[in-house]
């Protein structure tokens, strides 16, 4: 197992849960622990240190302790094959509880006393947002980060790499599926913050441009207060459809709300919406909501890298899928991949330059395009509808 430094602090006043402040500091090295602090985490020439900034406490931190599973399954094949060039793979992953301040400041310390050789896989885009001015001028690779966030594609910066759909991407797909099935009265429920409010920007374009009315907007906190008004703001206009602009916990705790205000509408939710968790909070109401996906099947064993991952998850006794883990997956697949070419004693600069000279690589039937002047890839979205007991159908 590739180590974690976790920064596992109780939520400070003004973030989700309001919980009393504490700061524990746990290196874990497989089953052994090690003193705390990050004078226990400089690089070796026997390892690859990458960090990460994610949400290890708060709403969101059941989502992406999900996307870290997927990750740590091809990490761990890969370290327990030796690692990359004979370099193990280290991951110290720091809790912003979705603050981006914390964000930040994670970042800084992942830098400056880690001595990260990238950042990988930053959870949610105001953490992304917040870490990419120091990313810039660090120079430090910062590879796949978890989101969509259209901010974070529409201006080229050297040091950032995106290998899956944008959320525009991805709510284009629902409006225009929509407006192919006769659906013309939509709303947008919205995350209140630059996650949310791009995405409402996005759909707000599309519905223009395929002739949908979109007849209600509401804003979702993410501690998920002031959702009763949320409810009655859309609730109120009837809308055939709702478009959820939302991540983990408070897209559920919407869609429960306005079920248990006793409205009937299809939801559309995005990809960094938990199958899992929908399943075990909504249970067969759950059934109907459709959610589009960026990344392959998990259970699709027709695509080598689904197989792969299966295969990964049954060796440590996972046997249930999600597709936020094989997002994880196929994410650390790529970043081993650019440490591959990254040579023997991988630097930022070679890293940098690993992951350009790509070009044009299938991981298993997931299609990467990377190059020295596109560094974001990817437009495949797949809509599905959650049928019985959580699983997706057609």
């Known amino acids: 197992m590739h180590a974690d430094l976790i920064d596992a602090e109780a939520t400070r006043p003004g973030t989700p849960g309001n919980a009393p402040r504490r700061r524990t500091a746990v290196a874990l090295l497989a089953s052994a622990c090690l003193p705390t602090g990050f004078a226990q985490t400089a690089p070796s020439d026997r390892e690859v240190v990458i960090g990460q900034s994610c949400q290890l406490t708060g709403p969101l931190a059941a989502l992406t302790r999900e996307v870290r599973q997927g990750a740590d399954l091809y990490f761990d094949h890969v370290n327990a094959a030796g690692g990359v060039h004979g370099r193990k793979i280290r991951v110290v ?10 964000a930040a400041e994670n970042t ?3 830098i400056d006393e880690a001595k990260v050789l990238a950042l990988f896989q930053y959870a949610g885009t105001p953490p ?22 259209d901010a974070l594609r529409q201006k080229f910066s050297r040091y950032l790499f995106n290998i899956k759909a944008s959320y525009g991407n991805e709510l284009d797909a629902m409006v225009r599926h929509l407006a192919t099935i006769g659906i013309q009265r939509i709303a947008a429920a919205y995350l209140n913050n630059q ?54 916990k408070p897209s559920i705790d919407f869609v429960e709300a306005y079920q ?20 075990k909070t909504l249970g067969e109401k759950a059934r109907g909501i459709v959610i589009s996906q960026v990344v392959p099947s998990p259970w699709n064993g027709s695509v080598a890298i689904t197989r792969e991952f299966q295969t990964r998850a049954a060796a440590k006794g996972i046997h249930d899928y999600t597709f936020s883990q094989m997002e994880g997956f ?49 437009t495949f979205v797949d809509l599905l509808m959650v049928g019985r007991d959580g699983r997706f159908v057609r």
């Open 93 to 102: 992953a720091l809790d912003d509880a979705y603050d981006p301040a914390r």
């Open 108 to 110: 800084r310390k992942l």
């Open 128 to 149: 992304s947002m917040a870490a990419l001015p120091l990313v810039e001028d660090r120079r430090v690779p910062f590879v796949a980060p978890f989101t969509g966030s």
């Open 260 to 279: 248990r205000a006793g409205h009937v509408t299809t939801f559309y939710m995005l990809s960094v919406t938990s199958n899992v968790q929908l399943a």
């Open 330 to 378: 196929v994410s650390a697949k790529l970043l081993v991949e650019g440490l591959r070419r990254a040579g023997p004693s991988p630097t930022r600069e070679s890293l940098i330059a690993g992951l350009e000279s790509i070009r044009w690589i299938d991981l298993g039937g997931f299609i990467v395009e990377l190059s020295a002047e596109q560094h974001s890839s990817g």
């Open 195 to 248: 996650f949310g409010t791009g995405g409402l920007a996005g759909v707000e374009k599309s519905v223009v441009r395929r002739k949908v009315s979109l007849v209600a907007r509401a804003p979702l906190e993410v501690d998920s207060s002031k959702m009763a008004a949320a409810v009655a703001t859309i609730a109120k206009e009837s809308p055939q459809a709702v478009i959820v602009i939302s991540a983990g």
